[in-house]
């Protein structure tokens, strides 16, 4: 590599060790025990556009409890959705349209930032005052709020802190040119 060859003898062999070392530090704060497998790869993005969220796993090796989460979560796919996408919570109240509620179809319309549980799936009759919660949950990915960046993951409201991508779990990032950069394990 032409890298080396300019690197004064040992130069390679110390920014390996740097790396491993920085490497374990890192992973050492987030699994404090050691008795976790490592990640998992990334799950499929839960939307294609308008900001979703994609989540990685890890085991328990240990025979009792681990301390730390076994899941993390980042945002994707944040690019702007083209205008006929429509609204996410609305498409998930209309897949509802075709499923009889008491022996009536309904044409189902989304029922926003409800203050006790924003990240149920509550939707309202077209042209009635009936209000159905049709989901326990909203697909991940959904705004807990219409004029919010915060998102619903897992059916709890996640605040993203006015930007992305983001992590849930306890992870550090860096800025680099005033941009905010994914957070590093």
């Not at 590599?1 to 987030?30: Q, V, W, Y």
């Not at 149920?120 to 991940?140: F, R």
């Not at 993203?160 to 040119?177: E, Q, W």
Request: charged letters at 20%; aromatic letters at 10%.
């Amino acid at each position: 590599m032409e890298c080396c060859r300019r690197a004064t003898p040992g130069t390679p062999i110390l920014f390996l060790a740097f790396l491993l070392l920085s490497s374990r530090t890192a992973r050492s704060e987030e699994d404090r025990d050691g008795l976790w497998d490592a990640w998992g790869p990334w799950s499929e993005c839960s939307r294609t556009c308008g900001g979703g969220a994609s989540y990685s796993l890890r085991r328990c090796l240990s025979n009792k409890s681990c301390e730390g989460r076994n899941i993390r979560y980042r945002t994707c796919s944040n690019v702007d959705c083209p205008p006929e996408a429509g609204d996410f919570r609305a498409q998930q109240c209309s897949a509802h349209n075709d499923v009889k509620h008491h022996g009536q179809f309904y044409e189902w319309l989304p029922v926003s930032n409800d203050p006790d549980n924003p990240c149920s799936l509550k939707c309202q009759a077209k042209g009635t005052t009936l209000v159905v919660e049709l989901a326990p949950k909203v697909l991940d990915g959904t705004r807990c709020y219409t004029e919010s960046l915060d998102m619903c993951i897992s059916g709890l409201c996640q605040v993203s802190a006015g930007f992305f991508p983001f992590y849930f779990s306890r992870r550090f990032r860096l800025c680099v040119n005033s941009l905010y950069s994914p957070a590093i394990s």
